[in-house]
């Protein structure tokens, strides 16, 4: 029900653009949200936005990097990310969330889509 897409390699202080397709019925009135994957590391909230996208959530590592967006009418949030770091590597996971609003909390976000690898070399 998500299909996430747009991970690749990319240097140091480049960027990349996620998109995560969702289906319609799991998605248009609730918040949906990224988060992220290191190896060996917990998976951990990068941003999140609120159904009509009117509300925008970040993590403080990725604040004023990274921007989330949706187009309801695609049923599909991105996530544009500028200056990109080696510690940004990591594999991205899209999520639907169980309310409308935005929110970081792991257990608030009810569909997952399968990951896309992002890879920031120095």
């Known amino acids: 029900q998500l299909q996430a897409s747009g991970g690749g390699l990319v240097q140091a202080g480049g960027s990349l653009r996620l998109s995560c397709s969702a289906s319609r019925r799991t998605s248009s009135n609730n918040g949906m949200g990224w988060f992220r994957q290191a190896p060996g590391k917990e998976r951990e909230f990068v941003a999140g936005?609120?159904?009509?996208?009117?509300?925008?959530l970040y993590a403080d590592s990725v604040k004023g990097r990274f921007t989330i967006s949706r187009d309801r009418a695609k049923s599909t949030v991105y996530l544009q990310m500028n200056s990109l770091k080696p510690e940004d590597t990591a594999v991205y996971y899209c999520a639907v969330r169980r309310y409308a609003g935005s929110g970081s909390s792991r257990s608030d976000y009810a569909y997952w889509g399968q990951g896309t690898l992002v890879t920031v070399s120095s």
């Open positions: 936005i609120s159904w009509s996208g009117t509300n925008t």
